[in-house]
């Protein structure tokens, strides 16, 4: 849910944000604004106090009927304001607080109902389960991006948000670091490690919180780090070795950031979403080569959402409602209901190595 007198501010940061990436004309930015900044002060002259999930596609239809009909525009007019306003809404942060589904054009011309087995097939593709999202790791894995392993391992360990991970630090992960600006690894393979949320990196949010990553997505942050120092040179045997950077390797020890870019700045938002999305279209096609039967397809399904959506569903399995509201820094318990989706083959597990409760 995001209250009509709040987006304003999201569309500041969407814009910002837009430009840095596409690096559009002032020209365009305007017009933007002013056809997004329009359905806004639509909604604030309509008493629309907030859009959420169950009304953003309503509004949407009603904004559009009203530019046609009211306002006498051209449908190609009220085409591009509904594509402006449309990208807007479906921009990562605004989806993420009205817990929407992606809208499309044809979703806000014409209304269909949904039969129950649909809907029910719908919400199942939100959440991968552990295998399906081991598998995505692999893919990733084996491309030998330690990276953007590592980025998504952490992902789907915190169901944190994007913004979070973004704006993580290195002193975020509650570890000592060594005299090489790494993390020490804990004795306990099994042990789960503390990452530290600040409430400045979190949208909305008054307090700080913790999440988990496991032994093994810290293992993978100090493999990110020694890629970052490291160089591979020929060696006088025409061998390529790994050779440690003495600059890069001074940079590492008093580094901030935990993510980078290729520039060795803090990676943006973008970036990690067109990560996400890169590995997504490669797991599909490491399907189809390997002719694997999948239900899942990656390409259409997998975003930086739906790996936040995975990682509480996997934590649900395990804790209470209460506890994974907790990890996910939710409000209510009714918000944290809608991220949670129950592998069936898991319940049915646990129920089948716990027969004896029912006997």
Do not use: W
Not at 89 to 103: P, R
Not at 233 to 253: D, M, S
């Amino acid at each position: 849910m995001i209250e009509t007198n709040e987006l304003n501010y999201y569309l500041e940061e969407y814009l910002e944000e837009k430009q840095e990436v596409k690096n559009l004309t002032q020209e365009t930015i305007k017009k933007q604004t002013f056809n997004i900044s329009k359905f806004i002060e639509y909604l604030e002259n309509k008493g629309i106090d907030e859009l959420n999930s169950k009304n953003v596609k309503k509004q949407l239809r009603h904004y559009r009927r009203h530019c046609l009909k009211t306002n006498g525009n051209k449908r190609t007019t009220v085409k591009t304001y509904m594509m402006n306003i449309l990208e807007f809404i479906n921009s990562e942060d605004v989806q993420e607080e009205i817990h929407h589904e992606t809208i499309k054009m044809k979703d806000i011309i014409e209304v269909k109902s949904e039969d129950p087995e649909t809907a029910k097939k719908r919400i199942e593709k939100i959440s991968l389960t552990r295998h399906q999202s081991n598998f995505f790791l692999d893919t990733i894995e084996e491309s030998g991006n330690k990276r953007d392993y590592a980025i998504c391992r952490t992902f789907i360990d915190t169901g944190m948000r994007l913004k979070e991970l973004v704006l993580l630090n290195k002193d975020d992960i509650q570890v000592p670091l060594d005299e090489r600006g790494f993390y020490e690894l804990p004795d306990d393979t099994n042990e789960f490690i503390d990452v530290y949320l600040r409430a400045e990196t979190t949208k909305g949010e008054s307090k700080d919180r913790t999440t988990f990553i496991t032994y093994d997505t810290l293992t993978s942050l100090n493999d990110m780090m020694m890629d970052r120092i490291t160089k591979l040179r020929k060696n006088t045997n025409n061998i390529y070795r790994p050779v440690i950077q003495r600059n890069k390797a001074n940079e590492e020890k008093t580094r901030e950031e935990l993510f980078t870019n290729n520039k060795g700045v803090r990676i943006g938002k973008r970036g990690v979403q067109d990560i996400v999305k890169k590995y997504a279209r490669l797991t599909d096609k490491r399907i189809e080569e390997n002719n694997i039967d999948c239900p899942v397809n990656y390409g259409k399904n997998v975003s930086v959402h739906i790996l936040r959506h995975t990682a509480l569903s996997h934590y649900a399995e395990i804790l209470t409602v209460a506890e994974v509201q907790s990890i996910a820094g939710h409000s209510n318990s009714q918000t944290t209901d809608k991220y949670i989706h129950i592998d069936r083959e898991q319940m049915k597990l646990k129920l089948k190595n716990n027969k004896t409760l029912f006997n």
